[in-house]
C-alpha cells in the first residue's frame, strides 16, 4: 500500500508542477500574503505549538515529543515562506521551506529513533536486573532447601519422637522416631489424627492437650508411663507446643516425645 501511495502522491505532484496555471500563479492580498492557502497549516502549527504539543511534552516528557514540538519551528518557517514570499512553484522560497520542512521530519524521525534506543538500552537493564533476581531468587530457594535437609537430616539424628499437627488435629509432619513408636510409616500418618493412632479413650485425652496448648499459647509438659501398644515399657517425658506463623497466630501444635525410663 505504500509504494502505491507514493507513486500515486509522486504523480500528482508532478503533474500539478507541469501545469502552466500553477506554474505561474501568483496571488498577493492585503497583508502581503502571497499564497493564502498555506496559512490554514501555519495558523494550525501556531496554535499546536502554543498549546496542544507544549502540554504534550509536559505529560510525556520523551524525547520524541520534545523532538514533535521542535520540529513545529522548521515546520513554522516554512509555512512562513510559503505564505509570504513564495510567488511561484520551484521559486528560492518555494524550496527554503521544503527543505525546512524535511528538517522537520528528521527531527521527529530522530526523537523517535533517540527514544527506541533509550527503551531499548532500559529493556536491556531491566532484563539484567530480572535475570540476577531470578539468580538471587534460586540461590535462596536451593539455601532453603539445603536448609531444610540440615533440619530433617538433624532431626531424624535425635533420640526422640517429634510430629507436628495442624489446627485440626492432623499430623503434616513426624520424625521416624515417631513412626517406630506408633508402629506406622510416614506415609500413612501424615493426615491423621489421634484417633487414627491410639484407643479413642487415649486419642481424646491427648487431644485435649492439645486444645489447651492451641487456646491459651503455651507449652505442656509431662511425664507419665507409655500407654497404648507400648504400655508397660517405662516412661515417656512428651512436650507440647505452639506452632505460630509469622504473624504471631497459633496455627497448630508441635510434640516432642523421649524416653526417661
Not at 509522486?10 to 497583508?31: F, K
Not at 530480572?130 to 532447601?145: D, P, T, V
Not at 504473624?247 to 516425645?257: A, C, F, T
Request: with cysteine; glycine share 8%.
Amino acid at each position: 500500500a505504500a509504494p502505491l501511495l507514493f507513486v500515486l502522491g509522486y504523480a500528482l505532484a508532478t503533474w500539478g508542477a507541469g501545469t502552466e496555471y500553477v506554474q505561474t500563479v501568483s496571488l498577493t492580498i492585503a497583508g502581503g500574503v502571497t499564497r493564502p492557502w498555506d496559512m490554514i497549516p501555519l495558523v494550525v502549527l501556531m496554535f499546536c505549538v502554543g498549546g496542544i504539543f507544549v502540554i504534550f511534552h509536559k505529560r510525556a516528557g520523551t524525547m520524541f515529543s520534545l523532538a514533535l514540538w521542535l520540529s513545529f519551528i522548521p515546520e513554522i518557517a516554512a509555512h512562513i515562506h510559503l505564505a509570504f514570499f513564495s510567488t511561484a512553484i520551484f521559486d528560492t522560497h518555494f524550496y527554503t521551506a521544503y527543505v525546512l520542512i524535511l528538517i522537520a521530519y528528521i527531527t521527529r524521525l530522530g526523537g523517535l529513533s533517540l527514544d527506541h534506543s533509550r527503551a531499548y538500552v532500559e529493556i536491556g537493564h531491566m532484563n539484567d536486573q530480572l535475570r540476577e533476581e531470578i539468580a538471587e531468587r534460586e540461590r535462596a530457594q536451593e539455601s532453603e532447601r539445603e536448609q531444610e535437609r540440615i533440619y530433617i537430616d538433624l532431626v531424624e539424628a535425635l533420640p526422640i519422637a517429634i510430629f507436628r499437627k495442624d489446627v485440626d488435629g492432623r499430623f503434616d509432619f513426624v520424625n521416624q522416631r515417631m513412626c517406630d513408636l506408633v508402629r506406622l510409616s510416614k506415609e500413612d500418618m501424615i493426615g491423621m489424627t489421634y484417633k487414627d493412632v491410639y484407643p479413642e479413650e487415649l486419642a481424646a485425652e491427648y487431644q485435649k492437650v492439645d486444645d489447651e496448648v492451641l487456646r491459651t499459647g503455651e507449652a505442656i509438659e509431662k511425664v507419665e508411663p507409655y500407654r497404648g501398644i507400648n504400655a508397660g515399657k517405662g516412661y515417656v517425658n512428651y512436650i507440647i507446643m505452639p506452632v505460630t506463623n509469622h504473624k504471631d497466630e497459633v496455627v497448630g501444635v508441635r510434640g516432642l516425645l523421649w524416653d526417661v525410663t
